[in-house]
C-alpha cells in the first residue's frame, strides 16, 4: 500500500506543487528571454505593458490548463481506469516537458506557453485521478491516512521545486530550459513504477463486473488473508448500485440523494482556495524584510514555509486516529485566530522592534494549520462523501471549482491587497470560520466508515428527518 501510494504520487499531485513552484525562480530569466526574443524577431524592444502581459499569460494558462485536466480526469479515470488514466497523464508531461526546454534554444517562447498549459492539464487530472485510486485502494481503517499521501506529494513538490530552484542549483540562467523540463523526470518515474501495481479494486468489480480481477488486486494491496473483509464491503456496494452507470457531473445536480455532499464539496474546495493561503504567501517576503532577513536571504527562509507544510502533511498521516471532522474544523479555527493576530502584527509592525517576529510566527503557524486541516483532509473527504457511481464526476467539479477559484484569487488578490492592505486578512479569517461553522453543522465523522455508511449520515440531510 505504502508503495502504491508513492508509485500514484510521484506523477500526480507531486507535478501539481512542483511546477506551481519552480516558475518562481525563473522570472527574471523569463523576462530577459521574452526582450531578446522580441527584439530579435521584430527589431526593437518589447514596451513594458506587453512584457507583463506576455509573463502574466505563461504564469496564469497553467491554471486554464488545469481546469481543462479537471474537466477531462473524471471521463479518463472511467474510460481507461484510474490507472489508466494517470499512466496516459505522463505523456501529456512530457510532451510540456520538452515544449518548455527547447523554447529557449530556438528562441520561441509560444512553445512555452504552449508547454505551461500542457503540464497545466496534466496537473488537472493528476489532482483529480490520484485521489479517486488512492481512495479506492485503501481499506476503510487506512483510508485517511493513505489519502493524505495526495497532500504529501503535492507539499513535497512545492519543496523540491523551492530546493531545486535555488541558484546554486538549477536557478541560474543558463540552466533555465533544465529547470523547466524537469517536470519530465516524476513522469518517467511513474511510467517506470506505476505498472507494477493494479488497477483499482472497486473499478475492477463495479464498472467492469471483473469479480476476479478485483480479488487478485485486492489479494496484492491488503494481502491474501486480509482482502476478504473489504471484497465483502465492495460487493455489498455493488448490489447496493444495482449496475448503476457512473454519472456524468451535470446528472449530480440534479440528484437530490447527493444534494448536501455536493453542496459540502463546494464548499470546502472554495474555502480551501480564498483562505487566504495566497495571502501569506504574498506577504511572507515583506514580513521576512520587516523582520531584518536579507533580501539575498529570503529564497532560503521561504525554503521554511516549504518545510512547514510538507512536515504538517506528514503529521496529518494520524487523522486516522483523530478523524477528519475535528482536523478540519481545527485547522479552519486556527487560521481564524492567526488571521487576527496577523492583522493587529502588521497594523503595528513600526511601533516595537518584537512585532516583526510576530508576524513571521503568523506566518509559519497559519501554513501549519492549512496543511493540518484544509489542505490535507479535502480531497479525502471527496473521496468519503460519494460512493463509486458518483466520485469520478464529483472529482470533476471539485476540480473545476478549485481551478477556478484558483485564478480567480489570482486576478483578484492584488486589487484586494492594493485596497484593503493589511486588513484583507480580515476577509480571509471571516471566511476560515464560516467554513468552520458549515463543516461543524453539516459533515458527520467519517473515519472508519464504508462509503455506504457515509451515504446513510447525509441521508436525513438530503431527504428531510421523515425519509
Known sequence: LFLAVCAVGIGGTFQYGYNVSIINAPTQHIHKFLNETWSSRYQKELNADLLTFLWSVIASIFSLGGLCGALIGGSMAIRLGRKGALLMNNVIAILASILMGISFPTGLFELLI??????????????????????????????????????????????????????ELLGGEKHCPLLLSSSCIPALAQLLFLPWFPESPRYLLIDRGDELSCAKALKRFHGSSEYRREMEDIQRECYALDGEKPKKPWQLFTDRGVRWQLITVI???????????????????????QAGILAEKIPYVT?????????????????????????????????????????FSLTYQ???????????????????????????????????????SSRPAAYMIAGTVSWI??????????????????????????????????????IPETKNK??????????????????
Do not use: D
Open 114 to 167: 504552449a508547454g505551461r498549459f500542457l503540464i497545466g492539464i496534466n496537473s488537472g487530472i493528476g489532482l483529480c485521478v490520484q485521489p479517486l485510486y488512492i481512495g479506492e485502494f485503501a481499506p476503510k481503517h487506512l483510508r485517511g491516512g493513505l489519502a493524505m499521501g495526495t497532500s504529501i506529494f503535492l507539499t513535497g513538490g512545492i519543496l523540491t521545486g523551492q530546493v531545486i530552484g535555488l541558484r
Open 267 to 289: 464548499v470546502m474546495t472554495m474555502g480551501q482556495q480564498l483562505s487566504g493561503i495566497n495571502a501569506i504567501y504574498f506577504y511572507a517576503t515583506y514580513v521576512f524584510e
Open 303 to 343: 525554503l521554511g514555509t516549504g518545510v512547514c507544510e510538507c512536515l504538517t502533511a506528514l503529521s496529518c498521516v494520524r487523522n486516522n486516529y483523530v478523524g477528519r471532522r475535528s482536523l478540519i474544523i481545527g485547522g479552519y479555527l486556527l487560521m481564524t485566530l492567526w488571521c487576527t493576530v496577523l492583522t
Open 350 to 388: 513600526e511601533l516595537y522592534s518584537w512585532v516583526p517576529y510576530m508576524s513571521m510566527t503568523c506566518v509559519f503557524a497559519f501554513i501549519l494549520s492549512f496543511g493540518l486541516g484544509p489542505g490535507g483532509i479535502t480531497n479525502t473527504l471527496t473521496a468519503e462523501l460519494f460512493v463509486q
Open 405 to 442: 477559484s484558483f485564478f480567480t484569487v489570482g486576478m483578484l488578490f492584488p486589487f484586494i491587497v492594493n485596497g484593503l492592505k493589511q486588513y484583507c486578512f480580515v476577509v480571509f479569517l471571516l471566511e476560515c470560520f464560516f467554513v468552520a461553522a458549515f463543516i461543524f453543522l453539516i
Open 450 to 467: 464504508s462509503f455506504l455508511e457515509i451515504k446513510k449520515e447525509f441521508h436525513k440531510l438530503n431527504f428531510g428527518r421523515n425519509a
